[in-house]
């Protein structure tokens, strides 16, 4: 983002405006943390700024300051669509094509208000004003607080904004373990500490506090947990069978695909998840190195997303999906065996 366009933004937020803030369908960690902790700020200025979260998200993150002031569109729709409507400016945070709002996307798409994209995934659409993509950015948390030093306003982060912009990084560096975490990565995540996060606390609440069910869960997936040695692939399988037994609550199978990855010599990990309310198999991907699980997803799961962090979809059933991707599989052999 350049510094005209800087300057022109600090224009639209010198008076109060109605704005309002999406992250993506399915928010996680660093799409909760964005927007809330831009929310904190934005009220700071005596905006009237509304974070509308087109569907629910987990329990372990509900704890964040700002939660019971999110709306979510599946439940108010009426309410979130008149405030859209109504919007001076929207910001959108951590994705790259309204498409990923889901039943949000037409609302968004009539809407009139200025629009500002905040977001590190790759080949951003080109649907917004001003767009601030850094695809080497850890975590849309880490530039919604570049993007706040930007406009020269670091010194009202506060406990609130730091909180969550905290749990953000902490969650897509996978606790500061991917190489997306940089050394300034490190220096933000201190200055947040002295700000006012409970690095311990915040920990906790993601990681520590799980259900029986959701533990059982987890015991579910990696007995189906299988691996393609020549390939250095493992991949997990959890069908709607599989997921009601265990009482499968949103948020549930968060970091499950990583166990794949976890394995020695796997350079390539996958789970695959039936959702028979959506008729689809929801796919995540994992991978070490250069092998591009991105333009893996985009070429054939109708996905994408990073370089070694993508998801996608299939319309196919669990079972073809999976003889899909061992057939496709042996096409990037070379790929694989070189990492």
Request: net charge negative; with cysteine.
């Amino acid at each position: 983002m350049t510094q005209t366009e800087i300057e022109k933004i600090k224009k639209l937020l010198a008076s109060p405006k109605n704005i309002v803030i999406v992250p993506h369908k399915n928010p996680d960690g660093d799409a909760m943390g964005s927007t809330v902790g831009l929310y904190h700020y934005l009220k700071q200025h005596n905006h009237d700024a509304t974070v509308i979260s087109p569907n629910d998200y987990p329990s372990f993150l509900k704890w964040i300051p700002g939660n019971n002031q999110v709306l979510i569109h599946d439940y108010q729709t009426e309410t979130s669509n008149d405030l859209i409507e109504k919007a001076d400016l929207i910001f959108t945070l951590d994705f790259n094509a309204l498409h990923r709002t889901g039943n949000m996307e037409a609302v968004l798409e009539k809407s009139k208000a200025i629009k500002i994209l905040i977001d590190h995934h790759q080949a951003p659409d080109n649907y917004a004003q001003y767009i601030y993509s850094d695809v080497g950015m850890s975590s849309t948390c880490q530039m919604v607080y570049q993007f706040i030093h930007m406009l020269g306003d670091t010194h009202l982060i506060d406990s609130n904004i730091a909180t969550c912009l905290y749990l953000g990084i902490m969650t897509d560096t996978g606790s500061f373990r991917f190489p997306c975490t940089t050394s300034n990565t490190h220096i933000i995540v201190a200055d947040l500490i002295e700000k006012g996060a409970n690095s311990a606390y915040i920990h906790n609440q993601v990681y520590d506090t799980n259900s029986y069910e959701r533990l059982q869960l987890l015991g579910c997936a990696l007995n189906n947990l299988k691996v393609i040695y020549e390939l250095r692939t493992a991949y997990i399988t959890l069908s709607q069978d599989e997921l009601n037994k265990y009482n499968f609550k949103k948020g549930d199978t968060e970091g499950v695909v990583n166990y794949g990855l976890s394995l020695e010599n796997i350079v390539f990990a996958a789970i695959f998840i039936e959702d028979k309310q959506e008729g689809i198999i929801k796919i995540s991907l994992r991978s070490k190195g250069n092998f591009s699980v991105n333009d893996f997803s985009r070429l054939h799961f109708n996905g994408g997303g990073h370089i070694n962090a993508a998801g996608g979809r299939s319309d196919l059933s669990l079972n073809d999906t999976v003889n899909k991707f061992i057939t496709i599989l042996p096409d990037y052999s070379n790929a694989l065996n070189d990492e």
